[in-house]
């Protein structure tokens, strides 16, 4: 039986592979013989396989479907329409005041306020979205204009449960985790708002101030029964694994892993958040930005999991270029993560051998 090369995204379901596919460090993926489901589609992709040799008689009997109807709306359209995005969006907005009613009264101690239940909040929110990676993006399309320190850290929280989960954490773990990332900036409610939201550039005695709210967080919290890892996080969330963050100027192994998973989370959703004084980056940049510099500053292992998931998430949408021409992310490159595959018309565009063309919007 004859065989032909075909890219991996013109795979169909009964198709079978002629010849057996490896990955780049030479381990077998799939083997001749297999015949293409989603789950082999799902393999191929994640390790950036961009072709394989199918066997001819499955292409030359396929039946050439009928032409898509073209759906005009953008991607955050189509996410802002949906009657799961509204449910999530309700539920956030909810679950924001609760906490901040909640934090308040703690910090203010108007009232007895038990820490441990706060984890009700985000939980909340992640039972209104369908998958780990969903949560993006209903997040990234919730418009915050007043840069709020709450709804930052439900953000954060979400994220860092997310991550945990694609890094094997049980149940129990998740659940500290996620209470940490919620209260990873607890120690900004003691410094004057007004600085918090300045628009301006702030002055080294300001931005100084902003520097010392880990320390200020984990006074608040320090003789709470609580997890000490939650402690350690909003002490240590800042902190770099090349020793240029803050407080400290830790390093590596001298800070724990749920202040890595933060830290990430926290950059990650101040960047991809739309704020007062600039739009939302595009994940594509965000990502680029992590590439270029993130791998000194961050736990690698925990990084590129969370980039691949990052990037993965968005194969098959479609995105707007720098030069303006816009097609379809068909596969990624790992080792350049903000540099995918993309379908533009009938031509295959390899970003990562463009230097100057990059993603700017999903749409």
């Known amino acids: 039986m004859k065989s032909r090369t075909i890219f991996t995204f013109q795979a169909k379901e009964g198709m079978c592979i002629s010849k057996d596919v490896f990955n780049s460090t030479g381990q077998l993926l799939v083997a001749e013989g297999t015949e ?180 200020m967080g984990y006074d608040l919290i320090k003789d709470e029964n609580l997890d000490p890892r939650i402690k350690e996080a909003i002490l240590k969330h800042h902190e770099k694994c090349d020793g240029s963050g803050y407080p400290s100027m830790l390093k590596g192994d001298n800070i724990n892993e749920f202040a890595k998973i933060i830290a990430i989370a926290d950059i990650y959703d101040a960047m991809t958040s739309k704020r007062s004084y600039r739009e939302a980056l595009c994940p594509f940049e965000v990502i680029r930005l992590f590439e270029d510099e993130g791998f000194q500053k961050y736990d690698a292992k925990i990084l590129i999991n969370f980039l691949e998931r990052i990037g993965q998430a968005y194969i098959n949408n479609h995105v707007e270029l720098s030069d303006g021409r816009r097609g379809e992310i068909i596969l990624l490159n790992k080792n350049a993560l903000s540099k995918p595959v993309v379908k533009i018309k009938d031509t295959i565009v390899d970003l990562s051998k463009t230097h100057n063309l990059t993603i700017t919007k999903i749409l």
């Open 36 to 215: 293409i489901n989603n789950k082999v589609k799902e393999m191929l992709s994640f390790y950036s396989v961009m072709k394989i040799n199918v066997y001819d008689k499955e292409i030359s009997t396929e039946v050439k479907p009928a032409p898509p109807v073209i759906n005009t709306d953008t991607y955050s359209q189509r996410v802002k329409n949906s009657e799961r995005f509204q449910e999530f969006k309700k539920s956030f907005s909810a679950n924001v005041k609760q906490f901040q009613s909640d934090i308040i009264t703690f910090v203010n101690k108007t009232d007895e306020v038990d820490l441990k239940n706060l984890k009700k909040e985000p939980y909340s929110v992640l039972s209104k979205s369908d998958t780990t990676i969903s949560v993006f993006d209903m997040l990234h399309n919730i418009e915050d204009y007043n840069d709020s320190t709450y709804s930052h850290s439900l953000n954060v929280a979400l994220i860092s449960n997310v991550i945990g989960n694609w890094i094997g954490y049980n149940e129990q773990d998740l659940e500290v985790l996620t209470l940490a990332g919620l209260l990873h900036d607890i120690g900004k409610l003691m410094v004057p708002e007004d600085i918090l939201k300045k628009p301006d550039k702030l002055t080294d005695e300001e931005f100084q101030l902003i520097k010392l709210h880990p320390i």
